[in-house]
């Protein structure tokens, strides 16, 4: 019944022929605004359970800190010139006309009280520059807007000065933490993941009895023992991969995917269930301390089950966070086999097969979808694939040549690195937001059924569990059905041609676990 009303309160926008920008509406979207984390969900993360006293002072204090410590961010904040370059990037504000998802917009909330305690100009004459006190009023504005956005850097690839509006919205989220007031959704499954290992709290046994109930659905499907690994030690490769992955359509189908690439290329692998979850929601909140907290039980499990590499699956900001990061946070892996990447995309692993020939596909199996791909925006504008430049961007494509007849790309402008957003990145992929996705899914919607219409497109693929879920929910809002979003590696299962053979050296462990865990 809350759903219900809650989606009733709003209409999805009109698609119109081309992406155009909207009329401004002042506080089109004021009333927008996340859950506040319970107190136990702060305090699981050492954050207070509710705004502190005197929070004015500590989110100042709080401020200073992130100034000094990220040199970047005052950069950002002093070189913007109000150009207007970044002003329709933004697809929340292409979907809402709302003026402060213009990303200039949205930095100046924070801008602003910068400029109040940190410049001498605006000490001393804050209304020659807009400097503001931190005030509620000036708080509830920030929890409001800085929870639409989605971090996806769009506007930075167009701005002349280079300014990353997400690292100005991680940083706003992380002294709202810090003072009290963090988001429930990004912090209950932080917490979910630090005590249990993945983001929906599923524990070890379950995770056993699913992935044991999927290698039927594989035998089934297939004829042949393939197995989904679990805790076995010395495999060549650790996938790490979103618990999207374990449970939801299209996503469980990649992770059938995965398995069979691995089993028919002859690669020993196993997933941890001490650190099964790929995703890192902490890169939302802006705390490096918990990116580092969740990087480490990856690290953890990797010299625990002595594997030689470690294979990132389809999950945007889990590979945004393992390329940029990882060995930053908790290197180095100067104990996986350096002849491999590290960390290395599930899309690398695959493209790799392809090349050398190692796997084959009957492309018909995929014949009854003309595709075409949604590059994720932290995997576009925030990482890279393999050795070459733009490697993020062929090897998605390449895949789907490789298994399927029919590929067409969406409009240049809205691909690659000026790609759109989903709509529900940044931590925003929750029902309390679902006005805002909706809206912010517009821009992508427009370039989708653009080619739909012109080139019959009828499923579009993607490599992140957000993207996925977030088109999955969206999408019907459009006139298009849930099951036209599909996983690069779900086509992959579809058409890869399976021998009947066993894998020397893998045992299926997991039944034998099941049994000595009851």
Not at 282 to 294: H, K, L, N, P
């Amino acid at each position: 019944m809350e759903k219900k009303l809650v989606e009733k309160q709003f209409e999805a926008p009109k698609l119109d022929e081309d992406i155009t920008v909207p009329p401004i509406k002042p506080n089109s979207m004021s009333h927008s605004s996340p859950f506040v984390a319970a107190p136990q969900h702060q305090e699981a993360l050492g954050f207070p359970g509710e705004l502190v006293d005197d929070w004015e002072n500590k989110a100042v204090e709080k401020m200073g800190d992130l100034l000094t410590k990220y040199k970047s961010l005052p950069v950002f904040l002093d070189s913007c010139v109000k150009c207007g370059a970044c002003t329709d990037k933004c697809h929340y504000y292409l979907g809402t006309g709302d003026p402060k998802n213009m990303p200039v917009a949205r930095q100046d909330l924070f801008r602003d009280v910068y400029r109040r305690y940190f410049t001498w100009t605006g000490k001393w004459l804050p209304w020659l520059v807009g400097a503001k006190d931190m005030t509620k009023k000036v708080l509830d504005d920030w929890y409001k807007y800085f929870h639409q956005c989605s971090q996806c850097r769009r506007c930075a690839v167009f701005c002349p000065y280079g300014i990353d509006t997400a690292e100005i919205s991680m940083a706003a989220r992380d002294i709202m933490d810090h003072v009290g007031k963090g988001q429930k959704y990004c912090n209950e499954i932080i917490g979910k993941v630090h005590s249990i290992g993945n983001n929906l709290g599923l524990p070890p046994k379950a995770l056993k009895a699913t992935l044991l109930d999927l290698e039927e659905d594989l035998e089934d499907d297939t004829g042949c023992k393939i197995e989904l690994p679990l805790d076995v030690k010395d495999a060549e490769v650790l996938l790490i991969t979103p618990s999207a992955d374990f449970f939801a359509e299209p996503h469980i189908d990649g992770l059938l995917g995965y398995a069979k690439i691995f089993h028919q290329s002859g690669t020993s692998w196993t997933l941890s269930s001490h650190a099964s979850e790929a995703a890192n929601f902490a890169v939302f909140t802006g705390s490096y301390e918990q990116m580092r907290q969740i990087a480490e039980r990856i690290r953890k499990a990797a010299e625990d089950l002595n594997v030689k590499r470690i294979v990132v699956g389809e999950c945007g900001h889990a590979w945004r966070v393992a390329y940029n990061f990882w060995n930053t946070l908790v290197g180095p892996f100067d104990f996986l086999d350096n002849s491999y990447p590290i960390p290395q995309h599930i899309c690398e692993f695959t493209f790799d097969l392809i090349k050398n020939k190692k796997i084959k596909f009957d492309k018909s199996k995929n014949d009854h979808m003309t595709l075409t791909f949604h590059d994720s925006c932290n995997v576009s504008r925030a990482s890279r694939m393999g050795e070459e430049p733009g490697g993020q961007y062929t090897y998605p494509r390449e895949i789907i040549k490789a298994c399927c007849n029919n590929f067409v790309d969406m409009a240049e402008d809205t691909i690659r690195e000026n790609t759109y957003c989903c709509g529900g990145g940044g931590g925003l992929l929750t029902d309390d937001l679902i006005e805002l996705r909706v809206k912010g899914a517009k821009p992508r919607m427009e370039a989708l059924n653009q080619v739909t219409k012109d080139k019959g497109v009828t499923h579009m693929a993607a490599i992140c569990a957000i993207c996925k879920t977030q088109f999955s929910k969206v999408m019907p809002y459009y006139g298009f059905r849930m099951d036209q979003i599909v996983s690069v590696h779900q086509l992959v299962s579809n058409a890869i041609i399976i021998d009947d053979h066993k894998m020397d050296g893998q045992v299926n462990n997991n039944l034998d676990n099941l049994k000595s865990d009851k």
